[in-house]
């Protein structure tokens, strides 16, 4: 069974993508991080189990140059490969976390050649997983129970009784191992392997522990709640940021900003951590991840509003984009500055329908001035679907009085309509919603000429004729005129029975 994965374009040259699918077992994560020159062509193909729940993809594994890839199904395997044929391919390591029943997947660049690496299922292990490699070492842990590690995060502390820790690492062929156990009592019972071969723990195991466990702690984001804790109780905000910054994966710097986001932070750390946040994760979802979790009362302050529309202004999915521009204004106070950055955001919009989201939900907004209004059509003049501008433009009309000179400007983008049935609906509702003076009646009558079907442009000019002051000259004067571009005789004749 086939599912197809379509191409899409990237913007810049390194970039992360992720997708969920849910399987009747379990929901597997994959992300995926690769370095993209404009050469490079790269062939995808996810293998699932017999499908029987609905596969999510919210961002697309995608490259520049990607031809179709394609989803199938197999038995008791989940996989995802990745080909790839270039000049010069680089990708670094691939690191595997597992955990309970979801199963993430990182790879970076570096080492020369394809990159490809399998997901088995995990709904049948108990405990969790990790995986990491690169091209001169590897490193696995499992480990189940409750985990406590020491302050300077070069021992482990306790493990709930049955529950077990264990880690190997293999450099150039050499492999040193170590397993620490929970018993009943709560200590812990420690074994240290050189190869296969058991040695004293102490003093080398401990030694070589010590050396291992802080680089592992840091990268794989086990433990990363516990971590954050332990250093922001030492080191305040400014710890924790640092640590952050030096920790290779998005995934588990993302945790990091979202796990000191539940502490009480000042409007000056949650500024500080939004800055360091939107340049140190380059992944938009992860991004995302992290502005979601800034609380709603914090984007009252000015200054932290607009720390996290840099960060939005920054992201390349129009999705991602749309939906925390939206979460800001649902959630804080938009100033003038605010606005711009808003603004900014959306002009950088190629999606009709998020683009659309975000004007819609603008032009509810009471501080809405007439030169943002203005901006906001001339932003709508730039879609190309009639039905988003037509929504756009019938909200326009009932949530703000216009000027003349705004009139004008909405009247620019409806004549762009190439259906004479949407213009006829879009003046409609100008003549419903707004009280027009003399000058916006004329303007209207003008652009009603516009319309190329008989029935449309007389059914409009009905509806003016019904309502425009027909004491005005020059009102009644451009309706007779605009009246004789009706190529039917009976329709204009229903038309120009409405004035003296």
Not at 59 to 64: F, G
Not at 221 to 232: A, L, P, S
Not at 300 to 324: C, F, G, H, I, P
Not at 462 to 481: C, L, R, T, W
Request: aromatic content about 8%.
């Amino acid at each position: 069974m086939q599912y197809p994965i379509k191409p899409a374009h990237l913007v810049h040259s390194k970039h992360s993508s992720f997708f969920t699918v849910d399987t009747p077992s379990a929901t597997i994560h994959l992300k995926s991080f690769f370095l993209i020159s404009a050469s490079m062509h790269h062939c995808n193909t996810l293998t699932l189990n017999t499908m029987k729940r609905h596969i999510l993809l919210p961002i697309l594994i995608v490259v520049l140059g990607l031809p179709s890839g394609s989803l199938s199904a197999q038995q008791n395997e989940y996989s995802y490969s990745t080909s790839a044929q270039a000049n010069r391919t680089k990708a670094k390591t691939h690191t595997r976390i597992t955990s309970g029943n979801h199963t993430y997947v990182y790879v970076s660049d570096e080492h020369e050649g394809p990159v490809s690496f399998n997901l088995q299922d995990s709904t049948r292990q108990r405990g969790s997983h990790y995986v990491h490699n690169s091209g001169t070492s590897s490193v696995e842990v499992s480990y189940n129970g409750k985990i406590a590690f020491t302050d300077d995060e070069r021992d482990i502390k306790s493990i709930s009784p049955g529950g077990y820790f264990k880690f190997k690492k293999t450099t150039f062929g050499n492999q040193r191992s170590v397993v620490f156990e929970g018993l009943p009592d709560g200590s812990l019972k420690r074994t240290y392997f050189e190869g296969r071969k058991e040695q004293p723990y102490e003093p080398e195991g401990r030694k070589w522990v010590s050396d291992v466990l802080p680089e592992f702690i840091n990268n794989s984001g086990i433990g990363v709640e516990d971590r954050v804790q332990r250093i922001y109780a030492r080191e305040g905000v400014k710890g924790v940021l640092a640590a952050a910054a030096n920790v290779n994966t998005d995934y588990v710097k993302a945790a990091y900003y979202n796990h000191l986001l539940q502490q009480q932070l000042s409007q000056s750390d949650l500024q500080a951590l939004l800055n360091q946040a939107g340049t140190n994760i380059t992944s938009d979802y992860e991004r995302v991840k992290v502005l979601r979790k800034v609380p709603a009362t914090a984007l009252e302050n000015d200054k932290t509003m607009q720390a996290y529309l840099a960060v939005v202004n920054n992201l390349s999915s129009d999705y991602e984009r749309s939906r925390s521009l939206r979460h800001a204004m649902n959630n804080g106070r938009l100033s003038e500055s605010h606005y711009n950055l808003a603004l900014q955001t959306l002009d950088r919009m190629s999606s009709d329908y998020e683009k659309g989201k975000i004007i819609t939900e603008l032009l509810q907004r009471e501080n809405l001035s007439d030169k943002h209004l203005s901006h906001l059509l001339r932003s709508t003049n730039a879609m190309s679907s009639d039905y988003e501008k037509g929504k756009i433009l019938a909200k326009a009309t009932s949530n703000k009085k216009m000027s003349p000179a705004l009139t004008q400007e909405w009247l620019q983008v409806a004549k762009q309509f190439s259906s004479d049935y949407e213009k006829r609906k879009i003046y409609n509702s100008l003549l419903k919603n707004q009280q027009l003076n003399a000058d916006q009646y004329v303007a209207l009558i003008q652009a009603s000429e516009g319309i190329s079907s008989s029935y449309e442009k007389s059914e409009v000019l009905k509806s003016i004729g019904q309502v425009m002051p027909k004491d005005n000259a020059k009102v009644v004067e451009a309706y007779k005129k605009a009246a004789k571009t009706i190529s039917s005789d009976y329709e204009y004749g229903k038309v120009i029975r409405l004035v003296p």
